[in-house]
């Protein structure tokens, strides 16, 4: 929920008006309405250190409106860092992600290079 609260207060200060969604298993964290009025929907997937991002199992390449945010917490407990985000439309998600376990897919954090092409910060 770190990960989720983080998008939260950056959509904020943005300018957004996000709103926290809950429950298990979800595949949308956040929905939120941007300054122009259009209306979003955002995952939200963090790790510590490294690994991968898991997206479960779901054909994400229809939702248009769905943006994934990738958070790398490389220092988790070391406060004065923040983490490295990615914001990466839902289409590309889909040419990204790779077999994980069983039917479920995750986009690895090795894969920087592919993700490079996308909105990145250290903020």
Not at 56 to 62: C, F, K, L, M
Not at 66 to 81: A, G, K, P, R, W
Not at 89 to 94: D, I
Request: glycine residues 10%; contains cysteine.
């Amino acid at each position: 929920m770190a990960g989720e609260f983080a998008v939260m207060e950056k959509l904020f200060r943005l300018g957004h008006q996000p709103s926290l969604t809950l429950g298990n298993a979800k595949t949308v964290d956040i929905f939120t309405k941007s300054p122009r009025g259009k209306l979003y929907q955002v995952s939200v997937k963090s790790i510590r250190g490294g690994g991968k991002w898991g997206i479960g199992t779901a054909d994400y390449s229809p939702d248009v409106a769905l943006i994934f945010v990738f958070l790398h917490y490389h220092s988790f407990e070391n406060l004065q860092t923040h983490p490295s985000v990615w914001v990466v439309p839902s289409e590309v998600v889909m040419q990204l992600r790779r077999k994980w376990l069983g039917d479920a897919y995750a986009i690895y954090c090795g894969s920087k290079a592919e993700l490079s092409g996308w909105k990145h910060s250290q903020t």
